[in-house]
Nanobody, 122 residues
């Protein structure tokens, strides 16, 4: 099982990016998939999560209203749309799988990929 995050890059404040999390070895439609980020010198935090139950999503307070999580089960991919980016959004973004269909605590997630770097310039 592997989850590969991609789509990061360098953008200016206020810009947008769409991150993709493509899975191999599992069908994302049956699992909760989370997006996490780790800024330089800081711990890894969950920013968003989508359960396999349609319409259920979680967002951290810092990204609520700016980021949108979605999934395309036919492509076995989960997306994270990042809008109105701020310098404090600069981090390596990872996706991971919960072993259940629900978004649980971060320690419940596994199958971490190498991440994709998002850099927001001021």
């Amino acid at each position: 099982v592997q989850l590969q995050a991609s789509g990061g890059g360098l953008v200016q404040t206020g810009g947008s990016l769409r991150l993709s999390c493509t899975a191999s070895g599992l069908a994302v439609e049956y699992y909760a998939i989370g997006w996490f980020r780790q800024a330089p010198g800081k711990g890894r935090d969950m920013v968003s999560c989508t359960s396999s139950t349609a319409g259920r999503a979680y967002y951290s307070d810092s990204v609520k209203g700016r980021f949108t999580i979605s999934r395309d089960n036919a492509k076995n991919t989960v997306y994270l749309q990042l809008n109105d980016l701020k310098p404090e959004d600069t981090a390596v973004y990872y996706c991971a799988q919960d072993a259940t269909d629900r978004c649980r605590e971060p320690t419940a997630f596994a199958s971490w990929g190498p991440g994709t770097l998002v850099t927001v310039s001021s």
